[in-house]
T-cell receptor, first 109, second 114 residues
Framework: GQNIDQPTEMTATEGAIVQINCTYQ??????LFWYQQHAGEAPTFLSY??LDGLEEKGRFSSFLSRSKGYSYLLLKELQMKDSASYLC??????????WGAGTKLIIKP | EAQVTQNPRYLITVTGKKLTVTCSQN?????MSWYRQDPGLGLRQIYY???????DKGDVPEGYKVSRKEKRNFPLILESPSPNQTSLYFC?????????????FGPGTRLTVL
């Protein structure tokens, strides 16, 4: 079967750095997305990786290793507004999105 | 403003009473999709549409119907709702059909079936 694994919850301190991991086992791979979802709101796009390596976008970076079936989202200089759930989703061989359950990130002052 | 809208935002209903959740996008997107989100589970796709008059089942289509008569609208119909359809529902759209495009989500509809 197809599976996306992410930690359920993480806690970090304002101003610090946090890394949210995502491992996947899917039938084929055509890219990996990260979305941010604040409580009670819709998911919003953060990043898309299809090639191995690190892509940086301001305070957020996303890394992909296709051979390891692994990605991480790195958040730097954490702010209180970064408190949200972070969803990992993989595009499989049929170009269908498989979603992880999300990681709830709690930022403490 | 480019957006996906859903109505209603909140709905409490009873078992068996037919309901429709509307979804509309103003971005001329080809692809539209319905998801449900339940605690501890990832987003699960109910139905999707790659173009007008083209709809396909997602992972959890049982108990739901959709239609795509116009490009901008993609309503979700529950003919006979049951309590296990209590969930948070999101409509989403994207420009193309390849799956690699960013999905834009509506604000969500929280449905409770008693």
């Amino acid at each position: 079967g197809q599976n996306i694994d992410q930690p359920t919850e993480m806690t970090a301190t304002e101003g610090a750095i946090v890394q949210i991991n995502c491992t996947y086992q899917t039938s084929g791979f055509n890219g990996l997305f990260w979305y941010q979802q604040h409580a009670g709101e819709a998911p919003t796009f953060l990043s898309y990786n299809v090639l191995d390596g690190l892509e940086e976008k301001g305070r957020f970076s996303s890394f992909l290793s296709r051979s390891k079936g692994y990605s991480y989202l790195l958040l730097k200089e954490l702010q209180m507004k970064d408190s949200a759930s972070y969803l990992c989703a993989v595009l499989d061989s049929n170009y269908q999105l498989i979603w992880g359950a999300g990681t709830k990130l709690i930022i403490k002052p | 403003e480019a957006q996906v809208t859903q109505n209603p935002r909140y709905l409490i209903t009873v078992t068996g009473k037919k309901l429709t959740v509307t979804c509309s996008q103003n971005m001329n997107h080809e692809y539209m999709s319905w998801y449900r989100q339940d605690p501890g589970l990832g987003l699960r796709q109910i139905y999707y549409s790659m173009n007008v008059e083209v709809t396909d089942k997602g992972d959890v289509p049982e108990g739901y119907k959709v239609s795509r008569k116009e490009k901008r609208n993609f309503p979700l119909i529950l003919e006979s709702p049951s309590p296990n359809q209590t969930s948070l529902y999101f409509c989403a759209s994207s420009l193309g059909n390849s799956g690699t495009d960013t999905q834009y989500f509506g604000p969500g509809t929280r449905l409770t079936v008693l």
